[in-house]
T-cell receptor, first 113, second 112 residues
């Protein structure tokens, strides 16, 4: 089935640094979403992207929908300790019965104070 | 605005038993999707319900079944539990099938 590729599995950064995460797919998606999950909680929606080339910001987070519709990236600027968590990309390929989300395996972000 | 709520938060069952997990969708949302998340993995789509009808299914056997009620809350039922069914089960709701999905905190199911 479809798979989204996120790597590396873990990232370690210093507080105040910027970090960028990529997500790639062999299939085209119509919508890209980025979620953050913390221990004991469900994924929380960070940003949703609907058009190829779209660049959207949410505070210190910026995400882009790749022009090939097969990739997306998420950038976090000026990281803080509460940015720690697992970041998942997810693609949505259609509407109706095809509106399921396909997730990557996630990137675990650690921020050193 | 109340978000997506799931119950119970934790559950322990033995092989062969049956389990029912419950989900209340966010206010104004008519679509509920269920996902299974194994340790260290991303969520895997089980199925989606839209206006009380199944609206898409992932690669899960028929012993995984569901329901959606007129108030758009939903149940996930799993029969003949297997050890590999141990996972976090997540429910997500959305305003319609192609709108962004918002997740509950999940039910942690352990099979002994």
């Amino acid at each position: 089935g479809q798979q989204l590729n996120q790597s590396p599995q873990s990232m370690f950064i210093q507080e105040g640094e910027d970090v960028s995460m990529n997500c790639t797919s062999s299939s085209i998606f119509n919508t890209w979403l980025w979620y953050k999950q913390e221990p004991g909680e469900g994924p929380v929606l960070l940003i949703a992207l609907y058009k190829a080339g779209e660049l959207t910001s949410n505070g210190r987070l910026t995400a882009q929908f790749g022009i090939t519709r097969k990739d997306s990236f998420l950038n976090i600027s000026a990281s803080i300790p509460s940015d720690v968590g697992i970041y998942f990309c997810a693609g949505q390929s259609g509407s109706g019965a095809n509106s399921k989300l396909t997730f990557g395996k996630g990137i675990t972000l650690s921020v050193r104070p | 605005e109340t978000g997506v709520t799931q119950s119970p938060t934790h559950l322990i069952k033995t092989r062969g038993q049956q389990v029912t997990l419950r989900c209340s969708s966010q206010s104004g949302h008519n679509t509920v999707s269920w996902y299974q998340q194994a340790l260290g993995q991303g969520p895997q789509f089980i199925f989606q319900y839209y206006r009380e009808e199944e609206n898409g299914r992932g690669n899960f056997p028929p012993r995984f079944s569901g329901l959606q009620f007129p108030n758009y809350s939903s149940e996930l039922n799993v029969n003949a539990l297997e050890l590999d069914d141990s996972a976090l089960y997540l429910c997500a709701s959305s305003q319609s099938p192609n709108q962004p999905q918002h997740f509950g905190d999940g039910t942690r199911l352990s099979i002994l």
